[in-house]
């Protein structure tokens, strides 16, 4: 069999880019596009720095720090983080390094182009080698409508993702393998890459890695509980609200519903208020009654802290467990009590053989989400204590931080981006692993496979 | 007979309990808001002196309702650019065979992991590049692209849910694509766009991270931000109007949250299932 053309065409795109498809498969506007898309890509590079300059002699010492046009530059830019020290004409290593992470970003959109421009070169010609004749670029564009479409809509939005959500992650990420810290301040100093030395500090100076173990079994504890207690108490008042002997349901459903509706962030500076050790009408109201003769210190206790928050959060997210178990309890088939009963089943023993299987079951992915949730739940901490009181032992942190409350401080009050960079990667593996996990057991992931 | 007497005593005698419990500080910071004077330590649960003054000042004092505007305007265009772009990718996405399609929904998964602010830095940084610190919209761009990730997988799973066979009626018919989204696709998805809208309607309500990094100065603050000052550096000192901020913030949401919450608690059975 002739591979005569699918192999010339192939060469010459890899040359120059749609030359295989504009001569030998005559696919004249496809092929014009590419090479339009190469002569772009290749006029940026020369435009943006100084090439043709440098090539007629006119540079003496050509550096691509200063005549790089927009591809080199930027890589360049990524590699070193910046060679020139401070002021206004140092280089500015985070800038740097944000513009590298986008060039690259680009460079495989372009590499994707490319290959595609190869391997299209390539089938087109291997068309032709079987049939003898080709599709001609109307054709060609027909048959690829129904995907044109839709990476059509796609692709804005997805330029749009790709700039702020992926590339912001990507630089964090980056940034736990450099020094970018309060002692390296662009663009007042240059930031380095340093490998694995933060993870190093993380595990190997003895006040990181324990504010971090405690930081993280804090969290741990935090969020297994509050899950735990606010589900407990929200079934309990659900299995209240459908009791047959409660009076007013509407009423008191309409009131418990409450914390769920105020917004959050209201509901918890009030509580930092109502709670206020030293002014707060909690404490004044428990020594009015004489049960205690100083005031309490709810907030800044460590340990009574940590209690208090807990009970807030029962108070906050009671209510939605509550809605969701009630609608799941009006759902079960009243048959099943009723032969439960006749089989002379207790209260007790129907709860716990029938009711808590069946809500268990449908609230399991709840469950999940809502510690994957609490486990962040950086709104709850901060508004109520600011992770406080602080603790000396601990490295920034207060006794109440949870990992996202302290990665918090770190970079905004302390500017230790490195060291938040690298927390931020560890709770990213925590989650992940987590959510992967109850993911892949959802009918949404089988369809996707 | 006694027995079941005890029995709907005692359930009615603690769902009234729970029912304070709930109440009570709801009820307090209202009662705080006309309180007389400006401290914590001196505001009682049953004002001495009805008084007004504390919404006025709000207003006048504060730049509250600047903060209020601000909050108002964000919300509202968030919640329309969000609820545009959310649902034609996830309607691209679940009607549309295309390369790249399975890749594209477990990168938009692995997104939707991330908390949101571990990449505040890098963003506050290109925002000072494109120059658009201290603008509102850096929050909408911001909000937006964010909520992209996790609804796209919720509305993706409600439009899967809808019979093609409805679709595929209207292409015979001579629909075009964009009619069939418009007439069929939207209408069958309200309960589910509602819920996106809604939430993200919320959400820069209550924000403070982004809003507190991104916008200065006092009069660009948002509502959260701005109730947050009011009582960060000095608890007791602004506190009786904090409260009446607080019951101006709280009433319009909470009213929202009861009259959609059958569209929310949908929603969050949804995007926890995704089924």
């Known amino acids: 069999m002739n591979k005569r053309n699918r192999i010339i065409s192939m060469i010459s795109s890899i040359l120059i ?80 390094m944000i513009t590298g992470i986008i060039t690259i970003l680009v460079l495989i959109v372009v590499l994707g182009i490319y290959i595609y421009n190869i391997r299209d070169a ?29 990476y059509v809509i796609l692709i804005p939005i997805v330029i749009f993702i790709t700039f702020v959500v992926i590339m912001p992650i990507i630089f964090a990420i980056f940034t736990a393998f450099t020094n970018y810290n309060s002692n390296h301040l662009p663009p007042g100093n240059l930031v380095r890459w340093v490998g694995f030395d933060n993870f190093k500090k993380l595990f190997e100076i003895p006040i990181w890695s324990s504010t971090f173990f405690s930081v993280l079994r804090w969290t741990v504890i935090w969020a297994v509980l509050a899950t735990f207690s606010t589900y407990s108490l929200g079934m309990f008042q659900a299995i209240l609200l459908n009791s047959k002997y409660t009076k007013c349901k509407t009423l008191y459903r309409g009131i418990m519903i409450l914390p769920w509706a105020i917004p ?19 404490s004044k109201f428990l020594m009015d009654i004489g049960l205690t003769d100083h005031r309490i210190a709810f907030l800044s206790d460590p340990f009574i802290a940590k209690v208090t928050i807990l009970i807030v959060n029962l108070w906050l997210s009671f209510p939605m467990f509550m809605i969701m178990i009630q609608g ?30 069946l809500v268990l079951r449908s609230t399991a992915p709840l469950i999940v989400m809502n510690l994957a949730g609490n486990f962040n739940g950086f709104g709850t901490i901060y508004f109520l204590t600011n992770g406080g009181p602080v603790n000396t032992n601990y490295q920034f942190a207060g006794d109440t931080d949870i990992l996202i409350s302290w990665i918090y401080k770190l970079t905004l009050d302390q500017r230790l981006y490195d060291m938040a960079a690298v927390m931020n990667i560890m709770i990213f593996i925590l989650i992940a692993a987590v959510s992967i996990w109850n993911f892949r057991r959802t009918q949404a992931f089988k369809e996707v496979e | 007979m006694w027995k079941k007497r005890l029995k709907i005593f005692l359930i009615n005698a603690e769902q009234i309990l729970v ?26 649960f049953i004002p001495k002196e009805f008084t007004l003054s504390n919404y006025v000042d709000l207003f006048t004092e504060n730049e509250f309702g600047h903060w209020f505007v601000n909050s108002l305007s964000i919300a509202t265009l968030n919640a329309f650019v969000s609820v545009a772009l959310i649902l034609l990718t996830a309607w691209v996405l679940s009607r549309f065979k295309f390369k790249g399609k399975k890749t594209g929904l477990l990168t938009l998964l692995v997104l939707s992991m991330f908390p949101s602010f571990l990449s505040m830095t890098a963003v506050y940084t290109l925002f000072v590049v ?68 809604v939430s993200q309607f919320m959400m820069p309500w209550m924000d403070y991270i982004v809003p507190n ?63």
């Open chain 2, 130 to 197: 494109l120059e658009l610190v201290n603008k509102p919209i850096a929050l909408v761009i911001l909000y937006a692209a964010g909520a992209i990730p996790y609804n796209v997988w919720l509305v993706k799973g409600y439009i899967d849910g809808i019979p093609s066979s409805l679709d595929e009626a209207a292409y015979i018919d001579g629909s075009s694509k964009f009619n069939t989204f418009r007439k069929i696709i939207v209408p069958i998805s309200k309960p589910i766009i509602v819920y996106c809208a």
């Open chain 2, 213 to 275: 990094l991104v916008l200065s100065g006092n009069k660009n603050k948002t509502v959260a931000v701005g109730l947050y000052s009011m009582i960060s550096t000095d608890q007791d000192a602004n506190f009786t109007q904090f409260a009446a901020g607080a019951v101006v913030v709280a009433i319009p949401i909470t009213i929202m949250y009861l009259i959609f919450q059958k569209f929310l608690v949908q929603g969050i059975v949804a995007g926890a299932s995704k089924e």
């Open chain 2, 19 to 44: 029912s304070i419990l709930v109440l009570v500080p709801v009820v307090w910071i209202i009662m705080s808001s006309f309180n007389k004077g400006k401290n914590l330590s001196t505001a009682s």
């Open chain 1, 122 to 150: 390539y089938k087109m010609g291997k068309l032709l080698d079987e049939t003898g004749h080709c599709l001609s670029t109307k054709e060609y564009f027909k048959s690829v409508y129904a995907k044109f479409f839709a």
């Open chain 1, 17 to 96: 880019w749609g030359s295989g498809q504009f001569f030998v498969c005559k696919q004249r506007i496809k092929g014009l596009i590419l090479f339009l898309l190469q002569l772009i890509f290749v006029g940026i590079e020369l435009f943006s720095g100084y090439w043709l300059e440098a090539l007629s002699g006119q540079i003496k010492h050509f550096t691509i720090r200063l005549h790089g046009g927009f591809f080199t530059k930027g890589i360049w830019g990524f590699i070193t983080l910046g060679t020139k020290e401070g002021g206004r004409n140092g280089d500015h290593s985070t800038m740097l």
């Open chain 1, 328 to 357: 799941i309890l009006s759902n079960i088939d009243k048959s099943i009590y009723e032969a439960a009963e006749i089989d002379g089943g207790g209260s007790v023993k129907i709860f716990f053989h029938i009711t808590l299987p």
């Open chain 1, 264 to 282: 959050q962030l209201i509901s918890l500076l009030v509580f930092r208020n109502f709670l206020n050790g030293q002014f707060g009408p909690v």
